[in-house]
């Protein structure tokens, strides 16, 4: 029962780590997961993606997933 | 239609042509529009030695065939081709190479312009550039369209 | 700021990569979008086998670097490449080939689109096709940009 | 005192030559050579260029000038 969380970029370097394991909890969103890893700081510009695909704040979450934040991206 | 990701130096003319001696739809195509990006020596007024193209290995494939699809969905193409470099990148280098090869030539040139403004706002690509005073991530991507010409945008 | 015509087949792809390695302005450019029209083996629903390009000597070549000029003017370009090609050309071969350098991407890209539309609506070209019953002149080239794409132009 | 014509592509072929010489008389526009090259046929989408700049109907012939008429380009 866990959901498998990655950081990106600036993000990463700001949280001082690239990837978390959250517990997993019936009816948890992408939101529930950033307030628990980065504390009472809001998403602002973050992105996220649930299993690489690019998701909102209130996309809900499976157990198993993997869920991604990161920076604005700047390739190109 | 091929994506591809590298981790190392690439020479996009001789890439589209040996692409299109692989692909080549001959005879069928009239037209092929493309776009280079090149690592610039400057940035927001600062000098730039160096960069580092962070990437999310998975995703990062994944969205980009998925603007390859989408322009082909909207498009009437023969082929696309999506070039991006990651890792470590060397001034002058080339970053992306997107192409893409229809009969006529507005189908061309929409695709490709749509494709790299879809890789450019959304595609996971994070830039750290190497100045002289030390090192930065990139913040963001400006728009690239102008309505005039003669407007700003970012590489 | 170069323009070419040329009288027998060139390789587009070559031609970008030794133009840049040979006026490369390396790390102050950030932007390539260049177009490369084919020779199509159809046209208005007929086969085509191959084609003549007829041109006007003195006049083309001052309306080729007439566009470059004006693309200079309307867009913040590092330079401009047009190619063309005159005379007996064979299926598949590049007929044109456009190309505008600049720091910035959306300066390329319509730099390189304006160029393009501009060299097919006035440059003193004419096409004369060869089809399996005899040959005809091409008419008009109709225009290239359409509204939503999945529209039709000529190539 | 003359002006040199030429023709180009589908236009060369219909009218027979590719070139002719006319008299220059003061005030003669475009569409006056025109006339004496291709009679009363109207220009019609006729292109013209006076030394190889693209002119109007109107516009103004001088003495040894070179004046050109072609159909609707098709090159790129």
Request: net charge positive; no cysteine.
């Given at each position: 029962m866990s959901v498998h969380v990655k950081f990106f970029a600036s993000l990463r370097d700001e949280l001082g780590r690239g990837e978390a394991q959250i517990e997993y909890v019936s009816g948890m969103t992408v939101v529930d997961i950033w307030q628990q890893v980065?504390?009472?700081e809001p998403m602002g510009h973050v992105?996220?993606?649930v299993n690489m695909e690019y998701?909102?704040?209130e996309t809900g979450i499976n157990d198993g997933d993997e869920v991604a934040?990161?920076?604005?991206v700047t390739g190109g | 239609?091929?994506?591809?990701?590298?981790?190392?130096?690439f020479d996009p003319h001789k890439r589209l042509g040996d692409y299109q001696a692989a692909h080549g739809s001959e005879g069928r195509c009239g037209a092929e529009a493309s776009f280079v990006g090149y690592m610039r020596d400057n940035n927001e007024g600062e000098r730039v030695t160096g960069m580092y193209l962070e990437y999310y290995p998975g995703m990062t494939d994944r969205h980009l065939q998925a603007i390859a699809a989408e322009a082909g969905k909207r498009w009437d193409l023969l082929d696309v081709l999506i070039v991006h470099?990651?890792?470590d990148i060397q001034l002058g280098e080339a970053i992306v190479l997107v192409a893409a090869w229809a009969a006529?030539?507005?189908d061309a040139f929409e695709a490709c312009r749509f494709m790299m403004e879809d890789l450019k706002s959304r595609a996971p690509f994070w830039k750290k550039e190497q100045l002289e005073q030390g090192e930065r991530w990139v913040e963001k991507n400006t728009p690239g369209f102008s309505q005039t010409g003669k407007q700003k945008s970012d590489n």
């Open positions: 980065a504390g009472n992105l996220a993606a998701a909102r704040p934040f990161f920076p604005p | 239609m091929t994506v591809e990701i590298l981790k190392s130096a470099r990651v890792g006529h030539r507005a």
